[in-house]
């Protein structure tokens, strides 16, 4: 095998055979293939493209550069998957919900990328709570509590980890195979049998139209079946943020209001549909009606509250946390209300800028060696069509410090549009692929 052999082939548009992908994947992870070979093996595949047998093959040759786990196990294994959007933390709503409904759901989640917020980085936001499980410590807190949500070790998918931080400073992230065989690297080592995809698309989400989402959701599904991980996707619309706030700790609250019954909306109605999906495929449920039902029913007892209590105990958290959740969380220091400059109906958000405007208060990261502060945010966001007048409250900054709490009262202004008109309100879920 030689590296410069396989990049030719791509580059000259013709896809690696599966022994030479997976020769390349070994290289890199041990660095056998160079951080030049990388970045050219990934522009000759943004530019010509692998066929899908190519893709699969990539994307299981990143899997098996590391660890893989195996459960033997006595339920099904699942997960859920979220190509990234604002004020989007079903995550946290849908693991435990799946865990009551019969399922093991080892989540390896990620954190913040760009605009969008990060799994892990949200449930951080909840003192004590450890993500860096090794994997002992993650089947012992899968087995008893049913779910976890962790990060990915250096051990799974070194591949992929190597060839996103060439993709990075290469230009060369787009790449619809790499993006599939990324995502899917990781999400397979966990050693799935079932797994749904949240494919967002919209202003907040990083595929802007609905073709492109489409797309990606039947690569990532074509793919993944493939793979051997019965996959359906679900392509939900990011024009608006899916709960009312976006930061950490302010949308682990959010969570808290659903899965405690003070709040519902569009995020316990996607987890329900995401959830009914994967619990059919799963053999848990007879049709994907009674899959949402028993997400939703989960959710109205109390079960999936009781579930996620336990899982965040199990991971180092309050053991009490779900009964008294907002003492835990951590309050920004300066908290301004945001009143209409107009009357009218919300018409748009622009989602991408309202993220960095979190981003830029410190609730993401814009290096990687920044440090998140879980506190800030914004809140308390109406939705698309609200009719508002002038000096109306509409929203709230969470801020740090005041200088940055006038600079987020700007940016939000200037990300929502107030129109005379009432808009159309675009469907929560669009598509269901798979």
Known sequence: MDARRIIAHLRDGQTPSR????????????????????????????LNGLNEEGRVA????????????????????????????????????????????????????GRGLGHTGGTLDKIEAIPGLRTDLGEADLRKVVTETGAAIVSASARIAPADKRLYAIRDVTATVESLDLITASILSKKLAAGLEGLVLDVKTGSGAFMKTLDESRALAESLVATANAAGCPTTAIISDMNQPLVPSLGNALEVAEVMRVLTGTASGPMAELCAALGGVVLTNAGLVPDVQDGADAIAASIRDGRAAE?????????????????????????????????????GYITAYDGEALGLTVVQLGGGRQVESDVVDPSVGLSDLLPLGTKVKKGQPIGRVHAAREDAARRAEAELHAAMTIAPSAPDIPPLMHARIG
């Open 19 to 46: 022994d030479e992908l997976a020769w390349f994947a070994r290289g890199l992870s041990d660095h056998t293939v160079s951080d030049a070979q990388a970045g050219a093996f990934a522009m000759a595949a943004l």
């Open 58 to 109: 990539l994307t299981l040759a990143m899997r098996d550069s590391g660890d893989v786990l195996r459960w033997s196990v006595d339920r099904p294994v699942l997960d859920k998957h979220s190509t990234g959007g604002i004020g989007d933390c079903v995550s946290l709503v849908l693991a435990p919900a799946l865990a009551v409904c019969g399922a093991y759901v080892p989540m390896i989640s």
């Open 307 to 343: 579930a996620f209590g336990s899982m965040i105990a199990a991971q180092g958290g309050p053991v009490h946390f779900v009964d008294s959740w907002s003492r835990f969380l951590p309050e920004a220091n300066v908290i301004r209300e945001v009143v209409a400059t107009a009357s």
